[in-house]
């Protein structure tokens, strides 16, 4: 329980006035199922909203002077300050017409008409996911038009039920942003980065496309599984569904992951995709009759307890992995090994290939940090009095109760 009295100040996105014009900024396309808030700073809660809500949001960054890559800096105090701190500079809300228009205008930017859309895990609120994947995007160097698709969590560990029921909940409207990316004929090429249950949410999705249009698009051509939460008896039959011609499928496993070894446990003792041993059958001849990419991080060390989020601490491999992304190039095994160092640290790894587009953003994911283990806060509130429930409006994105003030 003790982290809730640390950790950095909530409902951190009302925007402020861009005091460090110079800091670089990162505009996102929010797409979200959730509820919006009434609380001020938070925009959307952990709800479930009636329809899907857009967004336009400006993340200022603040410069490596004060922030490490692979780090999001966290204001420590409100308002934030855009010269040391990730501060929100916009936040608009956006109609259908005006979301299309927002991805019709940024995807023309871009140097091949490209899209990264990310897909939060369990356990986020709204601002966790904004500000990781503006972190992401930055460090990265990617220059795809990027597209934040989060679902009602409630960011607390006590609440694994609800999030899980919340990706199913959220899987037409994803689908539904899927198709429109497939139709619209300014996107050329569309890369998918999930995370922990967000990928449970992604396949999903992807598998319902499958079948309704008989395959998937060409254009989507990257699907990056980080420490993915899914049986791997129902990921066998989701690739099935999805036929042959599906993505490059690059697959992030952790044998060390602690955080799905508990989900393990608690979906019957099947193991999760994301822990699997990419060297042991029958999986290692699966991955490889599906094509699918497989990078090992069990040897890696993490500041994260649970191992869920590894790459967080390699801003170096965020850093390249952007660079070559950037320049088109192709991941392999031998580039991997020699240049990058990551070989080197994953032994054991089936693959280490896949298009560099599809390894792009697997590695700065790591949502579950020490800011978001103060949702027990939350839980610990609740005792002593009403639960605060967003109202069900048109929203997409949102954030859990606040935790309550340590020093009283």
Known sequence: MLPACGGHPKDVLSPVADTAPQSPKVDMLIATTRSRSTVPGEMFNGERALAPAFADMTISIPPSTVRKAGQVAWPKRLPPNPATDFATIKADDLSVDQARKWLNANVTKTPDGSVLVFIHGFNNRFEDAVYRFAQIVHDSGVHSAPILVTWPSRGSLLSYGYDRESTNYTRNALETLFQYLAKDPQVKDVSILAHSMGNWLALESLRQMAIRNGRLPKKFKNVMLAAPDVDVDVFRQQIADMGNQHPQFTLFVSRDDRALAVSRRVWGDVSRLGAIDPEAAPYKKELEDNDIAVIDLTKIKSGDSMNHGKFAESPQIVQLIGKRISEGQTLTDSRVGLGDQILVATTGAAT??????????????????????????????????????GSAVSAMCGQATPAPNCGR
């Open 352 to 389: 280490a290939a896949g298009n560099v587009a599809g390894l792009v953003l697997a590695a700065p994911v790591a949502v579950v940090d020490q800011d978001t283990r103060d949702n027990y806060a939350g839980h610990l509130g609740g005792l002593s009095g009403p639960t605060k429930a």
